[in-house]
């Protein structure tokens, strides 16, 4: 291994240490508690090591953001793959997603509520954001019904599961009527 390729690995797994280490400071005591210093102390890497991977907090966030959209995006399609046909599809993908919101509150946040520096719905939006729509439309596009366009139906359909697992979290909506609120989602928009 050359000079060259042992530090771009080092410099890799730094940068993994930086957002797993922000993930968890996150995940343990909320978005607030991560800062640059004290990543910075729990990774023993000074603040201008932290900034030559990250301009800032906002990145790091960005950074968290993606590394979750790849988890979720997979998280669906494991979900939706065990199930047989798009009904049963639509129900094992909004359990997923939800389930993936309640257990990674601070990674649900990256993605959906803070200003990670993330375009969405453009041209330039990274590919694990991509993806992660990709999933819920593969799996809703089927369910759309007759002269719906398939990604506005899924548009619609991730909104009000975003509601759910918002309000759910914020606990404005009671967590023991989820699953009622999953079945008349799935049954009042999912055309078979």
């Not at 102390?41 to 932290?50: A, G, H, M, N």
């Not at 960005?62 to 399609?77: F, I, K, P, S, T």
């Not at 759309?144 to 009000?160: I, K, Q, R």
């Not at 697992?165 to 009527?177: G, I, V, Y």
Request: overall charge negative.
């Amino acid at each position: 291994m050359s000079v060259k390729e042992r530090k771009q690995r080092e410099r890799a797994e730094r940068e993994r240490l930086i957002v797993a280490t922000a993930r968890e400071l996150a995940e343990k005591q909320g978005w607030d508690a991560v800062t640059t210093r004290r990543l910075s102390e729990r990774i023993e890497y000074s603040q201008p090591v932290l900034y030559s991977h990250f301009r800032g907090k906002r990145e790091i966030i960005g950074a968290v953001a993606l590394e979750g959209a790849a988890e979720m995006a997979a998280a669906v399609r494991a979900a939706t793959a065990a199930a047989d046909g798009p009904r049963e599809r639509a129900y094992a993908l909004a359990r997923a997603y939800l389930d993936f919101a309640a257990r990674n509150p601070a990674v649900y946040d990256a993605i959906f509520q803070l200003d990670g520096g993330l375009p969405y719905a453009r041209e330039d939006t990274p590919e694990p954001l991509k993806d992660a729509f990709a999933a819920l439309l593969e799996c809703l596009g089927p369910v759309a019904g007759d002269g719906v366009h398939p990604g506005l139906f899924t548009e619609v359909f991730w909104a009000s599961l975003h509601g759910v697992a918002t309000l759910t979290r914020s606990r404005r909506l009671l967590p023991e009527e989820t699953e009622q609120r999953v079945e008349l989602l799935v049954e009042r928009l999912a055309v078979v």
